[in-house]
């Protein structure tokens, strides 16, 4: 069956229906705070520190809660306290739809039972990089930094599929961004998020509301964001003597060229959606724009109506 979160499996075989799982999931997103906010509901931070932290772990590839240590705004037995409460308080979907009459419990072992038999084969933990695949290394940082800095920046959680090999010219069916790395590895970092995605991403990063014709903000947040993980993967190549510098970050739409090499593609499955992240080991031009840069300039003008 490839892939699912819960919800979905059982969407899929027909056990709930859409409205009822949509209706559960805004409830478990109201009810499941976040570290931070369970902190400061006990009374050890407050909004200011809050954000501070956030901001810090734009930059460090670290826990919210060990930086909160670090930064001296809790001890360990207040994290330690506030992990607890966090845990205490967490509903999980099988039981949010429980809760609401939509799934008995009984149907609920059941069917967690069979769900967990389901995903065993693609839930590893690792991170697979095929063999012969030229810095390894630099593929599996990518892989696990886009996965935290989308639950970490974004409060995205997912669960990354096998990857592919990718061909060698990409589709880009929706917002796209490439960063060109250059140093001790030449390639580039492709992250493409679907348009309801990259609001959601954009909302996280302005930290407010965004609405689709805010086409100019939305894409300046997601070039920001994969900043930041280029920015971070930069940092923990270079703790293993690898330097990279990172070019700006380019929008593209429509189909991103390989530079005639092929790379590969990860797919981060989302509850709602899927993010897709490539990595190609392919150095940029002179210029530091490969063939077709001017066309997805011109794409993306045409498509979110900047003149």
Same mark, same amino acid.
């Given at each position: #069956?490839?892939?699912?979160?819960?919800?979905?499996?059982?969407?899929? *075989?027909?056990?709930?229906?859409?409205?009822?799982?949509?209706?559960? #999931?805004?409830?478990?997103?109201?009810?499941?705070?976040?570290?931070?906010?369970?902190?400061?509901?006990?009374?050890?931070?407050?909004?200011?520190?809050?954000?501070?932290?956030?901001?810090?772990?734009?930059?460090?590839?670290?826990?919210?809660?060990?930086?909160?240590?670090?930064?001296?705004?809790?001890?360990? *037995?207040?994290?330690?306290?506030?992990?607890?409460?966090?845990?205490?308080?967490?509903?999980?979907?099988?039981?949010?739809?429980?809760?609401?009459?939509?799934?008995?419990?009984?149907?609920?072992?059941?069917?967690?039972?069979?769900?967990?038999?389901?995903?065993?084969?693609?839930?590893?933990?690792?991170?697979?990089?095929?063999?012969?695949?030229?810095?390894?290394?630099?593929?599996?940082?990518?892989?696990?930094?886009?996965? *935290?800095?989308?639950?970490?920046?974004?409060?995205?959680?997912?669960?990354?599929?096998?990857?592919?090999?990718?061909?060698?010219?990409?589709?880009?069916?929706?917002?796209?961004?490439?960063?060109?790395?250059?140093?001790?590895?030449? $390639?580039?970092?492709?992250?493409?998020?679907?348009?309801?995605?990259?609001?959601?991403?954009?909302?996280? #990063?302005?930290?407010?509301?965004?609405?689709?014709?805010?086409?100019?903000?939305?894409?300046?947040?997601? *070039?920001?964001?994969?900043?930041?993980?280029?920015?971070?993967?930069?940092?923990?190549?270079?703790?293993? $003597?690898?330097?990279?510098?990172?070019?700006?970050?380019?929008?593209?739409?429509?189909?991103?060229?390989?530079?005639?090499?092929?790379?590969?593609?990860?797919?981060?499955?989302?509850?709602?959606?899927?993010?897709? #992240?490539?990595?190609?080991?392919?150095?940029?031009?002179?210029?530091?724009?490969?063939?077709? $840069?001017?066309?997805?300039?011109?794409?993306?003008?045409?498509?979110?109506?900047?003149?």
């Amino acid at each position: #069956m490839g892939i699912k979160f819960f919800g979905q499996y059982l969407l899929e *075989k027909g056990i709930i229906t859409r409205d009822q799982l949509l209706e559960a #999931m805004e409830f478990q997103r109201s009810h499941n705070l976040r570290l931070g906010e369970h902190a400061r509901r006990l009374g050890y931070l407050n909004e200011e520190q809050i954000q501070q932290i956030h901001a810090a772990q734009r930059h460090q590839d670290l826990p919210f809660g060990e930086l909160a240590v670090r930064l001296g705004f809790l001890t360990p *037995k207040q994290l330690e306290e506030v992990i607890a409460a966090q845990r205490a308080h967490h509903l999980y979907i099988g039981e949010v739809l429980v809760q609401k009459g939509f799934l008995s419990r009984e149907a609920l072992e059941r069917e967690l039972e069979a769900f967990h038999a389901d995903q065993a084969p693609y839930r590893t933990g690792r991170v697979e990089v095929p063999p012969g695949i030229p810095h390894p290394e630099a593929v599996e940082a990518a892989v696990d930094l886009t996965g *935290k800095l989308l639950q970490r920046v974004a409060g995205i959680q997912t669960v990354v599929g096998p990857c592919r090999v990718a061909p060698r010219q990409v589709p880009v069916p929706e917002d796209g961004i490439r960063v060109n790395l250059n140093g001790s590895l030449d $390639g580039t970092y492709l992250l493409v998020l679907s348009r309801a995605m990259s609001l959601q991403v954009a909302g996280a #990063m302005l930290q407010r509301s965004v609405g689709p014709e805010e086409s100019e903000y939305v894409l300046d947040a997601v *070039k920001e964001f994969a900043n930041i993980v280029v920015g971070n993967l930069a940092a923990k190549l270079a703790l293993r $003597g690898q330097n990279v510098t990172p070019a700006p970050p380019v929008y593209l739409s429509g189909v991103h060229p390989a530079h005639g090499v092929d790379g590969l593609i990860y797919p981060f499955h989302a509850a709602e959606d899927t993010v897709e #992240m490539g990595f190609f080991w392919v150095p940029a031009t002179a210029s530091g724009s490969p063939a077709g $840069g001017a066309s997805e300039s011109r794409g993306h003008k045409e498509r979110h109506g900047i003149q």
